[in-house]
């Protein structure tokens, strides 16, 4: 019979399976395990997942003594209790007594059903059920889970949350006794609307647990006087941004997160603080995030200035959205250039007006600086040269790195991404930045910024192809990343807010600026040895304001901000890596010193890797006596000559000078007598532009430009047309002319007798 019995048992266990998918309300812990945001299940309880390490032994204890006191002793029912109902309520012709275990008591909660005796019978089934699957500290869970406190609220967690305001293992004696009367008359004792009833039957129970020696007298007799101050709050919505996101990224029950609380509502003051002294300028946003560099876990996320605005788009997650970074990709940029050997921090670059493919950036403040060098072009976020070096390093690496960081929006883009994206034409996020920054804090190895912990099934299930937690790829070299952080760094930079260093206390922190095209956002992002901040401050509304700068509108925060997180930081700072050297250079080029250099300076490089080209800045010209001619190998007299050194001028800073009316020493032109045609130093077609299409406006027609480089000793210039002769002009004067419709070729040559030829196509439309 008992054989059969079980047989019986195990079809009905496979016919009839336990409803145990049980759906929890998420709710999102902090660093400390608090929660600090919940939300509704899909059925509106809030149901909030208990977990063993919350129930603590005052919570079992008195679970057990009041529910079930042989819970641990009975297969799922209690046969002696049965018996006991059965006679009581059949000699009372009612019910008087129970004799439902905790396991069939989380029968009925899961699927519950009217007193029928058939039903009890089914929740018996369910019991030994329960029994077969789960342990007894599972079933116990179970309860702690399940169990209706009224209304919507269901479970010892979302009780203890939603009316102590605290975790179930912080419960007292007497709040945990209170809890336990309320699942047997939820509608009768409500807590907050029934207190006085509540403190009657928690002392009944409190003294009967006194009369059994449950507890010690103290611990009684302390439960005894405390007030019961219980009232239904509202659920903790304390970090909406980072808990929407997590709750549609990472699919779990209870989000971990690394968010330091205090930190986080101290600077969600100062940023909303920030941003109302910024809506007169009708700037009403602004987004924060803070990463440990050591961990990688961020540990504040503020999404908006404030969350409840519904008029400027509080709810919109400003650290989540696609912006453009403006100049803020130009350190990782600079980092590849050192990396790759283009240039080092003492490079010299020219800052004049250049065409690449028809497109022509301009600064900031629309001026040319001449030359600079890099680490200068950095400091005051020069647009002309980082285009050239971005040109020279190749788009292809700096998108594959930014790819390498999880810019999704880059990898959506990577095709259509050009020149212009060094300069902010391209989408990136706030969330995206930070991550990045903190890889140049970490020596130039990224690893990807830690929001909560995610369980391993969760992120392969999730994204299979990120990295687990703590990995990480280095995209720039510690060289590289050490040289960046050095130019960063400086005290002295012109994107520091005005009188901000005379006015209050200056972090030791590297940081760089960016502000987007039509100044719709301003960025700052910084990094010290122990945090990553990022900052991102506009309109979500992608309104552009004048006043809206990075250095101006968003550095401000980002210091303020440091000055809340590390005010009395220690001089700890980053020290050069033992790969990095350093030499010596010639301070007009960057380059190796020459024999002729009298100008040096120290400059960082990696060797092996930086160019290790010697300086050619002079160049030595045989010359007349009176120096207003120069001679070749070809043409050389036999007397009457000097050599002297000339200073080498490249063709861009000729047409730059020449242009500005600025002067300097030109190689007088070559000996008139000189039948020798070289066919090195020819003109350089700058406009139009080689292999371009134009089309122009067939009612108002549009003349186009000619222009080119030249070398020194050139004055004049010869201009074709389809091999027709144009015109003659000055080297470095600009003409014009009238193209057909059709495809032309353009020729230049210059007085010494070489030529360049360029082919360009015109379309006359109607615009």
């Known amino acids: 019979m008992t054989a059969t019995s079980f047989l019986v048992f195990l079809l009905m266990n496979?016919?009839?399976?336990?409803?145990?998918?049980?759906?929890y309300s998420t709710i999102m812990l902090d660093s400390k395990g608090e929660v600090v945001h919940a939300f509704l299940t899909t059925d509106q309880k809030w149901r909030m997942k208990t977990e063993l390490s919350e129930i603590s032994p005052t919570l079992k204890k008195t679970l057990i003594y009041k529910e079930d006191k042989y819970f641990y002793h009975h297969p799922g029912i209690n046969p002696l209790a049965i018996g006991r109902a059965a006679v009581m309520n059949t000699l009372h012709l009612k019910r008087t007594s129970g004799a439902s275990t905790i396991t069939m008591q989380v029968a009925r909660m899961m699927e519950p059903k009217g007193?029928?005796?058939?039903?009890?019978l089914w929740?018996?089934?369910r019991a030994f059920q329960l029994e077969w699957k789960y342990s007894k500290d599972e079933i116990l869970l179970l309860y702690f889970n399940l169990v209706p406190y009224g209304s919507n609220v269901e479970g010892v967690k979302s009780a203890s949350i939603l009316y102590f305001k605290k975790n179930p293992d912080?419960?007292?004696?007497?709040?945990?006794t209170a809890l336990s009367i309320i699942p047997n008359r939820p509608s009768s004792l409500r807590l907050g609307q029934h207190n006085d009833m509540i403190v009657v039957q928690r002392n009944k129970w409190l003294k009967r647990f006194a009369a059994d020696k449950l507890f010690k007298s103290k611990e009684i007799s302390d439960a005894l006087l405390e007030p019961l101050d219980a009232k239904r709050s509202d659920a903790p919505n304390l970090v909406p941004h980072l808990a929407n996101k997590l709750k549609h990224t990472t699919h779990q029950d209870i989000i971990r997160t690394h968010l330091l609380m205090n930190t986080q509502m101290k600077l969600e003051n100062l940023v909303q603080e920030y941003a109302r002294g910024l809506n007169s300028y009708n700037i009403h946003n602004a987004s924060v995030i803070v990463m440990d560099n050591k961990t990688h876990h961020v540990i504040v996320y503020i999404g908006s200035a404030d969350f409840k605005d519904k008029t400027d788009g509080g709810q919109v997650n400003g650290a989540a959205a696609v912006r453009e970074p403006g100049s803020a990709l130009k350190p990782l940029m600079y980092g590849l250039c050192i990396d790759n050997?283009?240039?080092?921090?003492?490079s010299v670059m020219t800052d004049v007006p250049i065409n690449i493919n028809g497109f022509q950036p301009e600064n900031y403040d629309q001026q040319f600086n001449g030359f600079v060098t890099m680490e200068y072009a950095l400091e005051n976020s020069?647009?002309?040269?980082?285009?050239?070096?971005?040109h020279e390093l190749g788009t292809d690496k700096l998108v594959h790195t930014l790819e390498d960081c999880d810019f999704r929006q880059i990898r959506k883009d990577e095709k259509k991404l050009g020149l212009s994206m060094i300069l902010g034409g391209c989408g990136v996020t706030l969330e995206e930045m930070t991550g990045m920054y903190g890889a140049l804090a970490n020596g130039g190895l990224y690893v990807r910024p830690e929001y909560c912990i995610v369980s391993q099934s969760e992120t392969a299930k999730n994204n299979p192809a990120q990295h687990t937690p703590q990995m990480g790829k280095q995209i720039l070299s510690p060289s590289a990343d050490f040289m960046i952080t050095e130019i960063l760094s400086k005290v002295t930079r012109p994107d520091l807010p005005v009188s901000w260093s005379s006015s209050m206390h200056l972090p030791r922190i590297a940081w760089k600026t960016g502000t987007s095209y039509g100044k719709r956002d301003a960025w700052s992002i910084g990094y010290n040895i122990k945090y990553t901040v990022g900052v991102w401050v506009g309109n979500f509304s992608g309104l552009g304001v004048p006043e809206l700068s990075g250095a101006n509108v968003a550095t401000p925060l980002l210091f303020?901000?440091?000055?809340?997180?590390d005010y009395n930081s220690t001089n700890e700072w980053y020290s050069m890596p033992k790969a990095c050297g350093l030499r010596l250079v010639c301070s007009e080029t960057g380059k190796v010193p020459n024999d002729f250099c009298t100008n040096t300076v120290m400059d960082y490089f990696i060797p092996l890797v930086s160019n290790s080209e010697k300086c050619m800045n002079m160049r030595e010209v045989d010359v007349s006596a009176d120096e207003k001619i120069s001679?070749?190998?070809n043409c050389l007299p036999d007397a009457g000559y000097k050599k002297k050194m000339y200073k080498v001028v490249p063709p861009d800073m000729q047409t730059y000078f020449d242009d500005n009316r600025i002067a300097y020493e030109k190689i007088p032109p070559h000996n008139p007598q000189c039948d020798r045609i070289s066919t090195e130093g020819g003109p350089a077609i700058r406009l139009p532009k080689n292999g371009t299409e134009y089309f122009i406006d067939k009612k108002d027609p549009q003349t186009l430009q000619l222009s080119c480089e030249v070398s020194g000793d050139v004055k004049s210039v010869y201009w074709y047309i389809n091999n027709k002769f144009y015109k003659k002009s000055d080297a470095h004067k600009k003409e014009f002319f009238n193209p057909e419709d059709v495809r032309v070729k353009i020729s230049c040559t210059d007085d010494k007798g070489r030529n360049n030829d360029i082919w360009i196509k015109v379309k006359y439309v109607n615009l």
């Open 115 to 120: 007193r029928t005796y058939f039903n009890k």
């Open 123 to 125: 929740e018996i089934f």
């Open 341 to 346: 050997g283009v240039l080092t921090p003492k």
């Open 382 to 390: 020069l647009n002309i040269p980082a285009v050239k070096a971005l």
């Open 560 to 565: 303020k901000i440091f000055n809340t997180l």
């Open 170 to 176: 912080h419960l007292s004696l007497a709040e945990v």
């Open 14 to 23: 496979r016919l009839f399976p336990l409803p145990d998918n049980i759906h």
């Open 631 to 633: 001679y070749c190998k």
